[in-house]
């Protein structure tokens, strides 16, 4: 299990740090996270960094997402996408994340022709998928096959999150649905390329051994 949530935070990073420019949004989602006193946040430390005047965390999402549904250039898509991926990290913002739908956001850039929305619309469901109410919505939204879809990407990210989040995805009532013989099959050829690409072996190994043990 080491050995996946160390693959896990880099894959959080890639997100994190994907070529986006300084904006409000992005430095709003960098003070997400804290090395003072671990890494989430919580409802008093939310209150000293936004201030008397500050935005309210709920509020801010829904800026985004409203921005994001208005928005007709791919590039402020993308930004805005990246970074609600960002605050999908933290267990803060769960609850803001399934009020505003933005789960369902996610799994519907799955489905852009645009590789970047692909990729952090999958990055953002991998962050989140490690809450169980955040899975319980992704089934619900039939979001496991857009999640499978992802495993051809051409976009190296892109597998990674799936991967991922296949991982958190994967229980004795989703096992069915996501170890299909053919996805098996790919998911070991990712295991065994550890020489192309540690990050993928790693994942499909932790999952290839969850499905073994059953769990």
Do not use: W
């Not at 609600?84 to 505003?100: E, G, K, M, S």
């Not at 955040?134 to 799936?162: E, F, H, K, W």
């Not at 998911?187 to 499905?211: G, M, P, R, T």
């Amino acid at each position: 299990m080491s050995g996946l949530l160390s693959v896990t935070s880099q894959r959080l990073k890639l997100v994190a740090s994907s070529k986006l420019t300084s904006t409000r949004e992005n430095k709003d989602a960098e003070r997400s996270f804290s090395s003072e006193s671990g890494m989430f946040t919580n409802d008093r430390r939310q209150e000293e960094r936004t201030g008397k005047y500050g935005t309210p965390r709920l509020q801010y999402l829904q800026e985004l997402v409203l921005k994001f549904q208005n928005a007709t250039n791919e590039g402020t898509k993308e930004r805005i996408v990246a970074n609600l991926a960002n605050f999908a990290y933290d267990p803060y913002n769960y609850v803001f994340l399934r009020q505003l739908n933005v789960l369902e956001l996610f799994l519907d850039c799955i489905t852009e022709p645009n590789e970047k929305l692909v990729e952090f619309g999958a990055g953002g469901i991998c962050n989140a998928s490690v809450d169980p109410e955040n899975v319980a919505v992704i089934v619900q939204c039939d979001g496991i096959p857009l999640i499978m879809g992802c495993l051809s990407s051409p976009v190296r990210n892109t597998v990674n999150y799936a991967l991922g989040a296949l991982y958190y995805l994967y229980s004795p009532a989703t096992k069915g649905e996501i170890m299909k013989p053919e996805v098996v099959e790919l998911i070991q050829k990712y295991a065994a390329a550890e020489a192309v690409s540690v990050s993928f072996s790693n994942l499909a190994k932790a999952l290839l051994d969850k499905h073994a043990s059953g769990s």
